[in-house]
């Protein structure tokens, strides 16, 4: 399994406005510049985030995006599924799409560990996980900085 650019970039977009001061909307051209994404590429991967109810939209003077809640209540295959869709390693595993085999398929219980291990792994780190990630590697880097 591969996790798209759209993917990536959807997790930066989010940890972007997770570190912005609550409450203030930011506008995609900034988390574009300090992401290094093009805005016309965060327009795409805004959109089904919105849809999902995981972003609001501020319009105006000063508008912008925010979150429509606390970084610890989002995780990052929350995050990520609305961009990859079903993050099973094979369509047999969520269900989508079984051959007349399932029943004697070995290989296919591979594949349910394969995504019981990758849905343990982003259905339990947090976007306030990763803020705080994104904390300890800034104090870290300006400590090697001084040095």
Same mark, same amino acid.
């Given at each position: 399994?591969?996790?798209? =650019?759209?993917?990536?970039?959807?997790?930066? !977009?989010?940890?972007?406005?997770?570190? &912005?001061?609550?409450? $203030?909307?930011?506008?995609?051209?900034? #988390?574009?510049?300090?992401? @290094?994404?093009?805005?016309?590429?965060?327009?795409?991967?805004? =959109?089904?985030?919105?849809?999902? /109810?995981?972003?609001?939209? #501020? +319009?105006?003077? /000063?508008?912008?995006?925010?979150?429509?809640?606390?970084?610890?209540?989002?995780?990052?295959? $929350?995050?990520? +599924?609305? !961009?990859? /869709?079903?993050?099973?390693?094979?369509? %047999?595993?969520?269900?989508? @799409? %079984? %051959?007349?085999?399932? &029943?004697?398929?070995? =290989?296919? @219980?591979?594949?349910? @560990?394969?995504?019981? &291990?990758?849905?343990?792994?982003?259905?339990?780190? =947090?976007?306030?996980?990763?803020?705080?990630?994104?904390?300890?590697?800034?104090?870290?880097?300006?400590?090697?900085?001084?040095?």
């Amino acid at each position: 399994m591969k996790i798209s =650019t759209k993917g990536r970039y959807a997790l930066r !977009l989010m940890l972007d406005l997770a570190l &912005a001061s609550p409450g $203030e909307p930011v506008p995609l051209r900034d #988390v574009a510049q300090r992401q @290094e994404i093009s805005d016309k590429y965060l327009e795409q991967i805004v =959109t089904p985030l919105s849809r999902a /109810g995981l972003v609001r939209s #501020v +319009r105006g003077a /000063g508008g912008g995006y925010l979150l429509t809640r606390a970084p610890s209540a989002y995780t990052v295959g $929350e995050i990520l +599924r609305p !961009l990859e /869709g079903s993050l099973a390693p094979v369509s %047999c595993v969520d269900g989508s @799409e %079984c %051959c007349g085999r399932a &029943a004697q398929c070995v =290989t296919l @219980e591979v594949w349910q @560990e394969i995504q019981k &291990a990758v849905s343990g792994v982003v259905d339990h780190i =947090t976007l306030a996980d990763l803020v705080e990630r994104h904390r300890q590697k800034s104090l870290l880097l300006m400590d090697q900085a001084r040095s």
